[in-house]
């Protein structure tokens, strides 16, 4: 059985599908702080059987010690976490106790129970300011914020556990710009308040719930000015999860992927895409660039294909379309729709 920490989450959820699919069973773990049970109710939906979850919070040694000694857990996926840029600056505290201190548990109470194999929800922040694009995953690793410097220290954490005891199976799987949804339109990603992140406020302002978008900067060193990204299907990410289940039992040592398409889009770009798939205007202006952005961030995902057999099989089109069906049949997420 596979635990998956914050498995109600955005890209947890798609996960839990992609795992069903595969022929794993899951148990969910999740305080939903940032989720719902709805999220597991429409996977349940879409999978067609009951998903076994347990609420309760990664930093609590008692909660997860519940699920080792009610499932037999053979693996984890470990999304749980705080994933906000800008509300790590403003919250430090937080991102530390949650993110590290999450992991530190969680990989104590594996240990006790002799579970040993983690795939480990990282992220292309860690590459910083890359010096030239496509980005491999031995380029040189950095942080500018409090988020990105937890996703940098779980990535050590995970190493120096391997280390201590070459029985640890560790997989880091480093995101690029994860976006669209579920074909089903049923499940998708559901922000709190103002969507920090490009793709869901593209999708408000084509649903009316925003007014225009502000495009952060029109004068980088790029193809129209506007940033660069690598932008991947949700679904795409999920099945390197599955891969990366596939993969554990064989490691030698720890491996560490990017999960990306190896493709850069503007925000002008991803206007554009979402506008065709949509059939609806999304109005936008240039405004100054966001302190931290940089220019271009885009994978070379090689390295995914070679020891995973992975590589992402959906274009920006369907992003978009997949995106814009998930937030028009639920135009309010998950809660008020
Ligand atoms: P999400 O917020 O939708 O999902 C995270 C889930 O973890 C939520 O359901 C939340 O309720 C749960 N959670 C948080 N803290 C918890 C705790 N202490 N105990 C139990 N559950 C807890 O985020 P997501 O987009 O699905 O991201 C999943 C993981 O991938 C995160 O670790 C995130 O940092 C990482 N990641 C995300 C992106 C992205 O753009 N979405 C990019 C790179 C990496
Ligand atoms: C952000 C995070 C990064 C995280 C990644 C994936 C910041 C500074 N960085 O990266 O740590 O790993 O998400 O979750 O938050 N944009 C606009 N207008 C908007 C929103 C975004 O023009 O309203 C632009 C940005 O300047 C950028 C692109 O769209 O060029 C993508 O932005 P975003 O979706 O926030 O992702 P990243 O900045 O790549």
């Not at 929800?121 to 491999?136: E, L, M």
């Not at 289940?245 to 554009?272: A, F, H, P, R, W």
């Not at 995973?308 to 937030?327: F, N, P, V, Y």
């Amino acid at each position: 059985m596979i635990l998956v920490t914050g498995g109600a989450g955005y890209i947890g959820s798609h996960t839990c599908i992609a795992l069903d699919e595969a022929g794993f069973d899951f148990v969910v773990f999740d305080n939903f702080c940032n989720s719902s049970l709805e999220s597991l109710k429409r996977v349940e939906k879409i999978i067609n059987k009951e998903i076994a979850y347990v609420e309760g919070d990664i930093r609590n040694a008692n909660d997860l010690q519940s699920v080792f000694d009610n499932y037999k857990i053979d693996s984890v996926i470990h999304f749980a976490g705080l994933k906000a840029v800008g509300e790590s600056i403003e919250k430090p505290l937080e991102y530390y106790d949650n993110n590290l201190n999450g992991t530190i548990v969680l990989c104590t109470i594996m240990k006790k129970n002799n579970c040993k194999k983690i795939v480990f929800s990282s992220s292309a922040t860690v590459y910083g300011d890359p010096h030239t694009t496509p980005i491999k995953e031995d380029f040189p690793l950095s942080a500018t914020n409090p988020y990105g410097r937890t996703k940098l220290f779980n990535e050590e954490i995970l190493r120096d556990l391997y280390t201590s005891d070459h029985d640890w199976k560790v997989i880091l799987l480093r995101y690029f710009n994860p976006v669209g949804a579920h074909k089903s339109g049923m499940i998708g990603e559901d922000p709190n308040g103002i969507p920090n992140n490009l793709m869901p406020f593209i999708a408000q302002t084509a649903v009316g719930k925003r007014d225009e978008l502000s495009v952060f900067g029109g004068d980088y060193d790029t193809h129209d000015g506007t940033g660069v990204r690598d932008y991947i299907h949700v679904v795409d990410l999920a099945q390197g999860h599955v891969k990366a289940l596939q993969k554990i039992d064989s490691l030698k040592e720890v491996l560490t992927v990017n999960l990306g398409t190896g493709n850069g889009y503007s925000v002008l770009d991803m206007v554009k895409a979402f506008e065709k798939a949509s059939g609806k205007k999304v109005a936008y202006k240039i405004v100054q660039r966001r302190a931290g952005d940089i220019a271009k961030c885009f994978a070379d995902p090689s390295y995914a294909l070679e020891v995973l057999g992975w590589k992402a099989t959906k274009g920006i089109d369907e992003m978009c379309e997949d995106s814009w069906r998930w937030q028009s049949n639920n135009p309010n997420g998950y809660t008020k729709s």
